[in-house]
C-alpha cells in the first residue's frame, strides 16, 4: 500500500512569490492534515481538510491556505513568502473520524526562501 | 502553554544500552490519545503507537515499551538494548477528543534527539 506522497521533494523560492505544495493522501483516508516544522519551532499544526472542506486551521495568517480534491489530495498554498516560511511542511492523512487515528506522515517538502 | 513537553533535547547512549525518553502532557479532557512517533534524518515522521486515555496498560512491542501514567501526566518511552539504527528525533503527540478548536490536530512536543553510537 502507498504511503502519503508529497511534491516536490524541495522548493526554492525568493521573498514574496506564491509556493504550491501537493500531497496525496493513503488510499481510503479522506482526511488531509499540513505541519510545519520550522527550526527552532517545532511542528506546528497547519490546517485540516476532511470530505472536501476545511475543518480546522491553525494560528498561521490567511496567506496560508488550500483546498481538497474530490479525490482526497489536498494543495497547500503559500501567498506573499516571507522569510521565515523557510521549513519542512509535512503532509499527513487519516481515515475520518480522528482523534483515536494515528496521522501518517509524508516525507515533507522543504521550502527555502531566499 | 505547551499542552506536550519533552525535556530531554538530546541524549547519547552507546549501543546496547537501554534508553528513555520522557513525555509529559497537559490537557482538560478526560478522553484524549497520546503517540509517539520516529523521525529519521530522511525526515518523515513514522508512526510508532497510539494509547488512549483510558488504557493505562503498559505495552511492549520487541526492544520497544511504553509506560502510561496518568497520576502523573506522563507517557514514557523505553528502548531496550539500544541499536545505531533507532538514531532520530522521538516525538511524543497529544490528541484531544472534545469538538472544539482542538479538533483534528496533534500537539507535539520538541521532540528528543536520540544518538546511538555503535
Known amino acids: 500500500e502507498a504511503g502519503v506522497t508529497q511534491s516536490p521533494t524541495h522548493l526554492i523560492k525568493t521573498r514574496g512569490q506564491q509556493a504550491t505544495l501537493r500531497c496525496s493522501p493513503i488510499?481510503?483516508?479522506?482526511?488531509v492534515y499540513w505541519y510545519q516544522q520550522a527550526l527552532g519551532l517545532g511542528l506546528q499544526f497547519l490546517l485540516w481538510?476532511?470530505?472536501?472542506?476545511?475543518?480546522n486551521r491553525g494560528n498561521f495568517p490567511p496567506r496560508f491556505s488550500g483546498r481538497q480534491f474530490p479525490n482526497y489530495s489536498s494543495e497547500l498554498n503559500v501567498n506573499a513568502l516571507e522569510l521565515e516560511d523557510s521549513a519542512l511542511y509535512l503532509c499527513?492523512?487519516?481515515?475520518?473520524?480522528?482523534?483515536?487515528?494515528?496521522?501518517?506522515f509524508g516525507d515533507g517538502t522543504r521550502l527555502s526562501i531566499l | 502553554a505547551q499542552k506536550v513537553t519533552q525535556a530531554q533535547t538530546e541524549i547519547s547512549v552507546v549501543e546496547k544500552e537501554d534508553v528513555t525518553l520522557d513525555c509529559v502532557y497537559e490537557t482538560r479532557d478526560t478522553t484524549y490519545y497520546l503517540f509517539w512517533y520516529k523521525q529519521p534524518p530522511s525526515g518523515e515522521l513514522v508512526f510508532l503507537i497510539r494509547r488512549n486515555s483510558f488504557d493505562e496498560q503498559n505495552e511492549i512491542s520487541g526492544r520497544y515499551s511504553w509506560n502510561f501514567q496518568k497520576s502523573t501526566s506522563s507517557f514514557n518511552f523505553t528502548i531496550t538494548a539500544s541499536q545505531v539504527v533507532d538514531s532520530a528525533v522521538y516525538f511524543c503527540a497529544l490528541s484531544e477528543a472534545n469538538r472544539g478548536s482542538t479538533l483534528g490536530r496533534l500537539y507535539f512536543g520538541r521532540g528528543t534527539q536520540l544518538t546511538v553510537w555503535p
Open positions: 499527513a492523512s487519516s481515515p475520518y473520524p480522528t482523534e483515536n487515528q494515528p496521522q501518517h
Open positions: 481538510y476532511d470530505e472536501g472542506e476545511e475543518r
Open positions: 488510499s481510503g483516508h479522506t482526511s
